[in-house]
């Protein structure tokens, strides 16, 4: 069953006095519980999807639907309650609070529920736990290696409990042990968790983690690309 | 309340330049209530001076003094149902640096015109039946630590020497605008040292309906006209209010320095807000992606902006309001019963409020209208 569905999407940006095309007529499913590599070279469109997909961005037409819901014609209120609530963001460079501790930043989501402070501390540990940082709830991001800044990111994605978590080349900036680390708890939250995955990766060894792996080209999906697990 | 600490930690974001927007605005408020209650005080004079009280003085200029002979003249006039009067000294005691007014006064007629001066009657009696007995405020008392029967010495300045006179008295005003930080002697006292030089200042009149009191002026400067001391004579009130118009100029500049001084900091904490948001673009960027709705953004860029406004604002009022009741500030007798009204309070809350939305409208306006996108990109 589809829980993303993405119909005859158009999308340019003025760049200057010229319009970029970046989509013109995409139209593609990602289905509930995959786990689904976007690759592609820089401006193919991978970032923009996710940005489509998050309700950060509009396109200039067609639809997007996440979950039954017309994320497109959405208001910027509706969308900022919608995304709380089904939405996981996960950025190449953490994008942490600095001024938070780990477990504020993870409660930050939370804040914006009807929870108590009882109840949101709760969640944030569990949270913590699942990324197995729960050692380092009073660590400020300074105070954290790369990996478990990620880690703590990835935390805040999944504490809301999201239906779709997207992430924004996640291993972009770390190394080959921190990466393999967030890797493994991202298949977990996939597998064990039942989460669907959607992330954008330049790393051909990240993508093979994913069940389903796709490229785009100018804004196309290539034909006969798709790979499953 | 949960999302205090959010704001709480950005604030904590630069300790020292929150600390500095915090003082400065501490500072703006109570130089600005500080200031106005200058203004409030000088105005004040006015508004608590008897109706029934009038005040003849020297046609040619207020510092000018008038004949002694003119008591018993005055006393004869219509409606006029006493009369007193009194000179200023001006002298100084110790280093100078804390003044006071000192005036001679006639004292049992001039404590009979003001019953607003409680003295204790067997302080009274011995004031009255010693020439050399001196009659202070209670705030001389508190702030130099003087006590009843002790000697002290005023060097002159008008009447140069030194001038020793024995407590006898402390005076409590039952209207604090009169001040309680005056010094007056036996105007005899006076005069039998420098009888040459020596004449009334003022005289005030007491009279028996206050509706009298247009003829009366007129009667007694008609009277006047064209002796060799012609008198300009007016209510209390009158007086009051046109002592307080030779500072009018003064007030102006009070009020207009009180405002700049406001204005500066509202750009320095507009500036400061501003700032603090530029630096947070992709922060705020990240809280929008979370879920922050753009009013959210808003709610929380503006709090920030009010708590520092209204901290350093509580501070500033709060000093302005406790610093002269905690000293006893009176203006060294210009400003008596200096101390800043409900109206200035609430007019400096007022501005508080308007440096919080002023300072903090703009960026948190901007924060929430951050295109997440863009944002994103230049961090990405």
Same mark, same amino acid.
């Given at each position: 069953?589809?829980?993303?569905?993405?119909?005859?999407?158009?999308?340019?940006?003025?760049?200057?006095?010229?319009?970029?095309?970046?989509?013109?007529?995409?139209?593609?499913?990602?289905?509930?519980?995959?786990?689904?590599?976007?690759?592609?070279?820089?401006?193919?469109?991978?970032?923009?999807?996710?940005?489509?997909?998050?309700? /950060? +961005?509009? @396109? &200039?037409?067609?639809?997007?639907?996440?979950?039954?819901? $017309? *994320?497109? %014609?959405?208001?910027?209120?509706?969308?900022?309650?919608?995304?709380?609530?089904?939405?996981?963001?996960?950025?190449?460079?953490?994008?942490?609070?600095?001024?938070?501790?780990?477990?504020?930043?993870?409660?930050?989501?939370?804040?914006?529920?009807?929870?108590?402070?009882?109840?949101?501390?709760?969640?944030?540990?569990?949270?913590?736990?699942?990324?197995?940082?729960?050692?380092?709830?009073?660590?400020?991001?300074?105070?954290?290696?790369?990996?478990?800044?990620?880690?703590?990111s990835i935390a805040r994605a999944i504490v809301a409990d999201p239906t779709l978590i997207l /992430? +924004?080349? @996640? &291993?972009?900036?770390?190394?080959?042990?921190?990466?393999? $680390? *967030?890797? %493994?708890?991202?298949?977990?939250?996939?597998?064990?968790?039942?989460?669907?995955?959607?992330?954008?990766?330049?790393?051909?060894?990240?993508?093979?983690?994913?069940?389903?792996?796709?490229?785009?080209?100018?804004?196309?999906?290539?034909?006969?690309?798709?790979?499953?697990? | 309340?949960?999302?205090?600490?959010?704001?709480?930690?950005?604030?904590?974001?630069?300790?020292?330049?929150?600390?500095?927007?915090?003082?400065?605005?501490?500072?703006?408020?109570?130089?600005?209530?500080?200031?106005?209650?200058?203004?409030?005080?000088?105005?004040?004079?006015?508004?608590?001076?008897?109706?029934?009280?009038?005040?003849?003085?020297?046609?040619?200029?207020?510092?000018?003094?008038?004949?002694?002979?003119?008591?018993?003249?005055?006393?004869?006039?219509?409606?006029?149902?006493?009369?007193?009067?009194?000179?200023?000294?001006?002298?100084?005691?110790?280093?100078g640096k804390r003044f006071f007014a000192q005036f001679a006064i006639e004292p049992e007629s001039?404590?009979?015109?003001?019953?607003?001066?409680?003295?204790?009657?067997?302080?009274?009696?011995?004031?009255?039946?010693?020439?050399?007995?001196?009659?202070?405020?209670?705030?001389?008392?508190?702030?130099?630590?003087?006590?009843?029967?002790?000697?002290?010495?005023?060097?002159?300045?008008?009447?140069?020497?030194?001038?020793?006179?024995?407590?006898?008295?402390?005076?409590?005003?039952?209207?604090?605008?009169?001040?309680?930080?005056?010094?007056?002697?036996?105007?005899?006292?006076?005069?039998?040292?420098?009888?040459?030089?020596?004449?009334?200042?003022?005289?005030?009149?007491?009279?028996?309906?206050a509706e009298a009191a247009p003829q009366v002026a007129k009667t007694i400067d008609d009277q006047?006209?064209?002796?060799?001391?012609?008198?300009?004579?007016?209510?209390?009130?009158?007086?009051?209010?046109?002592?307080?118009?030779?500072?009018?100029?003064?007030?102006?500049?009070?009020?207009?320095?009180?405002?700049?001084?406001?204005?500066?900091?509202?750009?320095?904490?507009?500036?400061?807000?501003?700032?603090?948001?530029?630096?947070?673009?992709?922060?705020?960027?990240?809280?929008?992606?979370?879920?922050?709705?753009?009013?959210?953004?808003?709610?929380?860029?503006?709090?920030?902006?009010?708590?520092?406004?209204?901290?350093?604002?509580?501070?500033?009022?709060?000093?302005?309001?406790?610093?002269?009741?905690?000293?006893?500030?009176?203006?060294?007798?210009?400003?008596?019963?200096?101390?800043?009204?409900?109206?200035?309070?609430?007019?400096?809350?007022?501005?508080?409020?308007?440096?919080?939305?002023?300072?903090?409208?703009?960026?948190?306006?901007?924060?929430?209208?951050?295109?997440?996108?863009?944002?994103?990109?230049?961090?990405?």
């Open positions: 069953m589809a829980l993303v569905e993405i119909r005859d999407v158009h999308k340019s940006f003025r760049r200057e006095a010229q319009t970029v095309d970046v989509y013109t007529g995409l139209t593609m499913d990602f289905n509930e519980g995959s786990f689904t590599a976007l690759m592609g070279p820089s401006g193919s469109g991978k970032s923009t999807l996710l940005n489509l997909v998050a309700g /950060l +961005d509009k @396109p &200039t037409s067609g639809s997007v639907r996440v979950a039954g819901a $017309e *994320v497109s %014609a959405m208001s910027a209120s509706q969308l900022a309650t919608w995304r709380s609530r089904t939405i996981g963001f996960v950025f190449q460079s953490y994008n942490l609070l600095p001024v938070l501790t780990a477990e504020q930043n993870v409660e930050l989501p939370l804040l914006l529920t009807n929870l108590n402070k009882k109840e949101r501390a709760e969640r944030t540990a569990i949270a913590l736990g699942v990324v197995g940082l729960q050692d380092r709830v009073d660590h400020y991001p300074r105070q954290l290696s790369g990996g478990q800044e990620q880690r703590v /992430l +924004d080349e @996640p &291993t972009g900036q770390l190394d080959a042990k921190s990466s393999e $680390e *967030v890797l %493994a708890l991202l298949q977990r939250l996939n597998t064990e968790f039942g989460k669907t995955i959607m992330m954008v990766t330049h790393d051909a060894g990240a993508a093979e983690r994913a069940k389903t792996v796709l490229h785009l080209v100018k804004g196309e999906l290539l034909e006969g690309e798709a790979v499953a697990r | 309340m949960k999302f205090l600490p959010l704001v709480l930690a950005n604030l904590k974001r630069h300790k020292l330049r929150t600390t500095l927007t915090i003082v400065s605005v501490a500072v703006a408020l109570f130089l600005f209530a500080s200031l106005r209650t200058v203004v409030t005080s000088l105005n004040a004079g006015a508004e608590v001076s008897s109706a029934s009280r009038m005040i003849v003085q020297n046609a040619t200029s207020f510092i000018q003094p008038l004949p002694g002979s003119y008591a018993n003249r005055l006393l004869a006039v219509p409606h006029v149902s006493g009369v007193t009067w009194a000179n200023w000294f001006g002298g100084k005691y110790g280093d001039y404590l009979k015109m003001y019953p607003e001066i409680q003295v204790p009657e067997d302080q009274k009696q011995a004031f009255l039946h010693e020439r050399a007995a001196v009659l202070v405020g209670e705030g001389l008392i508190r702030d130099f630590g003087w006590h009843v029967g002790q000697n002290v010495t005023i060097q002159g300045t008008i009447f140069p020497g030194d001038w020793t006179f024995t407590i006898r008295g402390i005076y409590h005003p039952t209207e604090k605008a009169y001040g309680n930080d005056s010094f007056m002697f036996h105007y005899d006292y006076l005069y039998e040292r420098v009888p040459d030089r020596v004449q009334p200042g003022w005289y005030i009149l007491k009279i028996d309906d006047f006209r064209n002796s060799i001391a012609p008198t300009k004579t007016g209510t209390e009130k009158a007086f009051a209010a046109g002592f307080a118009g030779m500072w009018g100029n003064v007030k102006l500049l009070m009020g207009t320095i009180g405002m700049a001084v406001v204005f500066a900091i509202l750009l320095v904490t507009a500036n400061a807000m501003m700032m603090s948001q530029r630096e947070r673009t992709a922060e705020i960027a990240v809280m929008k992606t979370v879920g922050f709705s753009d009013g959210r953004v808003f709610g929380l860029i503006i709090t920030e902006a009010a708590v520092i406004s209204l901290t350093g604002s509580v501070l500033g009022l709060g000093l302005a309001i406790l610093l002269p009741a905690a000293t006893g500030f009176g203006g060294g007798g210009f400003l008596p019963g200096y101390r800043v009204t409900s109206g200035t309070a609430v007019i400096g809350a007022m501005v508080a409020i308007l440096l919080t939305i002023a300072s903090g409208i703009f960026p948190a306006w901007q924060a929430a209208k951050l295109p997440v996108v863009q944002a994103l990109r230049k961090v990405e």
